[in-house]
């Protein structure tokens, strides 16, 4: 527990000095490659040459980017919650939680890689620099992201796979619609069209000052990925074609101007047909957005029409919009 209180008060420049001192202390080098990248972050791979999904934990939270502070803590049994008067806007399990069970099993000598990357908050900034290289890699299977609300939460992305999904569905996990998160950015970007889900880790409320965080959901995770190495270093697992998505998509469009999104009721739409493939279209723009970043992509949409637009662009269009809105929470002070 104290190690990973102590994950909870330092920023991700400081995190990231943390983990590198971390591996030196526990002489993971004996067992893993360590490569520091500008910009990126840290990549650790197995030493050998084996099969090994890319366990994926961003650095950042959005404390990093917004309040600028770290927050006060409450700790009571298994949980931990933001104090009363703590100046932060979270508590950062988000995804504190996701770094400590990857540094948990590279504690274990757990032969999987791990990607800690910068800034996920604002685009997949440091797995999208970190990308070429990973591309570069001859031995992951899939891309496994630890970056999920919950205890028993599988997010796809429709980079899906379904041996995989299926491995996790037998360990306990129930499948639900994500947005973005590194993995599904280094899916979108990998030239071996490697799949990937990513797993609950125990917060809950992320991004708000009610998160709390949950050990023992968090410990859950560190357990199951212990007991699968075999399964999920057996073979690539390759993107499949279908989607697995269930149920209707319902989203309120808004408009921008003036760097103020408004929201009306009149503007709700509700996709009855073809929903899937509508579903699609919105994590391709949500996707989109957040790869170009806050920037590039406020400027784009500041362009675009939707008078008498086709269902899936607006769809398309929607996820844009929802990425450059969670970008701006996040880097608004």
Known sequence: MNEFIKLLNIN????????????????AKEYYNIKYIDKAGILVTPKGNRKYPLICAHLDTINDHKSKVLPKLNIKGDYISLASDSPCNCLGGDDRCGVYIALSLIKDRTPYGFGFFYDEEIGGVGSGIASPLI??????TAFIGLDRKGCDELALYGYNNSELIALFESNGYFKARGSFTDASN???LSDKG?????LSVGY???????????ITAMNRTLAVLKSMVDELSSKPFLIENSMIYGGLYQSE??????DIYNYGVDDIYNYDDDTEELEQWYIEGYNKAM?????????????ENL??????????????????YDMKQCIEF
Do not use: M
């Open 12 to 27: 991700q420049s400081e995190l990231a000095k943390y983990i590198l001192n971390y591996l030196d202390r526990i002489k």
């Open 253 to 258: 469009l808004y408009y921008y101007g003036d």
């Open 135 to 140: 591309n570069n890699l001859d031995g992951v």
């Open 307 to 324: 008078k008498g637009a086709e269902p899936w662009y607006i769809a398309y269009i929607n996820g844009f919009k929802d990425a450059i």
């Open 194 to 198: 490697l799949a990937c889900v990513n």
């Open 204 to 214: 809950y409320n992320e991004h708000t000052l009610k998160e709390t965080i949950n």
């Open 186 to 188: 280094l899916s979108s």
């Open 291 to 303: 790869e170009q970043g806050y920037e590039i992509s406020k400027a784009e949409l500041s362009k």
